[in-house]
């Protein structure tokens, strides 16, 4: 049996590995925040950027609902409010819905009290417009600052998913206690594989190369008993060659034993001993 440190993960029901799909539906927020002059007058940029909600989504729920897959998707408050009918097709189709920022904010340049006051918004939001009190966080762009973990477990958040230091479920201490972090890494991202933007060298990548690439880590992280999340966004994957590729990948996720598909907030809940089961079924719970 494969080891890391002195033992392997303990994954329920005897599972080898987890693999979590998650969605960080941006659509145009980070443009918003980052070249608010730009916003105004750029339709080019926007339309970009539209793509997510008007095509990406819908195309990724029904990708989703043909593989029978839950996935966790990561919404910004301003998302939110200005693509209501799409987020709510997201959650009434059953799909976990974390919290990504409120106007998908530079989080590196922000203060604390600048941080709350965001993630006080954003909570409102999803609370007012979607009825969702999200388990977990994402923060935009994965930037992280040292209270930042602090701050997220005030407000109750189960789970962080923004940080690269492990390839299984962590934890981070926080003056409130530790919280869980589920987490990412760029390899596992479209954006710098897919995305277009002038001056860059490694766009636009050959989806069959990525699908290289993504199904490369997920057979060695089912080898090292990890926790495979990629993060994909709907106006870059929402593409078809590329919904093409994440079916190709499931497909041949599926062919391997043990893999364990689901969400963050069951991987972060699995961590904490919150949830021991796999489809109802109790699980004991070993520690790692
Ligand atoms: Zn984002």
């Known amino acids: 049996m494969p080891k890391r440190g002195a033992e392997r993960y303990p994954w329920p029901d005897g599972k080898q590995c987890a693999v ?4 960080d539906f941006d659509a145009e927020s980070g443009f918003v925040f980052r070249e ?11 339309e970009e ?5 008007r095509v990406g989504v819908d195309r990724i729920l029904r990708m989703l609902d043909r593989l029978r897959l839950r996935a966790s998707f990561f919404i910004p408050g301003w998302t939110v409010e200005h693509h209501l009918p799409e987020s709510r097709r997201i959650r009434d189709a059953g799909h976990e819905i974390g919290a990504h920022g409120n106007v998908h904010e530079a989080v ?26 999200p388990a977990g966080y994402r923060s935009p762009s994965w930037e992280v600052n040292v209270w930042t973990p602090g701050i997220l477990k005030a407000h109750g958040f189960l789970y962080d998913s923004s940080l690269m230091g492990n390839d299984i479920p962590y934890e981070l201490p926080t003056e409130h206690g530790p919280i869980v972090e589920v987490p990412v890494q760029w390899l596992l991202d479209d954006a710098p594989l897919f995305r277009h933007v002038f001056g860059a060298t ?14 490369q880590e997920f057979a060695g992280m089912h080898r090292e008993n990890g926790c495979f999340v ?3 966004h709907p106006f870059i994957s929402g593409r078809a060659s590329r919904i ?24 972060a809940k699995w961590h904490t001993g919150q949830s021991g089961s796999i489809d109802g079924v109790k699980q004991k719970r070993r520690r790692p």
């Open 230 to 232: 990629l993060t994909c």
């Open 20 to 23: 979590v799909f998650s969605f």
């Open 244 to 267: 093409r590729l994440l079916e190709e990948l499931v497909g041949y996720m599926r062919k391997f034993r043990g893999v364990w598909f689901t969400t963050c907030e069951q991987v």
């Open 49 to 53: 950027r539209r793509f997510g909600p």
């Open 202 to 215: 490694n766009a636009i990548a050959d989806p069959r190369r990525v699908l290289g690439m993504w199904s």
């Open 36 to 46: 608010p002059e730009k916003a105004r007058r750029s339709l080019a940029d926007m």
């Open 108 to 133: 590196g340049s922000l203060t604390a009290e600048q941080e709350e006051k965001i993630l006080s918004d954003q909570l409102r939001i999803l609370e007012d417009h979607l009825r969702v009190r």
